[in-house]
């Protein structure tokens, strides 16, 4: 996996200053890169029987349709507020200064389904945290969570205790 490093551009100072930003652009366009990285999420979960793919907006929406094809599961978006067009669920959650939200179609999940939660990079785990919470609130099982990076220094895991997390490459 660590050579998957070599296809991710870091960029210093974006999207402010001191801040180094995993550009997952160059390793999308990069073919056996890509699919390494399906591969690699797709078979953490393998056997699993997982019903239903989350993805987080918006670079979730990347790779969780892949996984979840992958798995023969379905895909379910979440998203910010008000961008899905039938009656949703919504779970708000801290950031450092306010909070924010995530919303999925209330007939998304069905009671009992197992469910991976996708995104590309755990940073704080607090929107991660909130996925976890809203698929429990429709009666999903959370199989566990899967991310492309990590940024072990910011201690998203910690957010995250009890669940299955698999994250494939850890800065």
Known sequence: MNQLKNLIREIPDYPKPGILFYDITTLLKHPSGFRAVIDALRAHFAGHGIDRVVGIEARGFIFAPAVAYALSAGFVPMRKPKKLPAPTERVEYALEYGTDSVEIHKDAIDAGHNVLIVDDVLATGGTAAAAAKLVE???????????????????????????????????
């Open 137 to 171: 609130k429709l009666g999903g099982r959370v199989a566990g969570l899967s991310f492309v990076i990590e940024l072990d220094g910011l201690k998203g895991r910690d957010k995250l205790p009890g669940y299955d997390v698999q994250t494939l490459l850890h800065y």
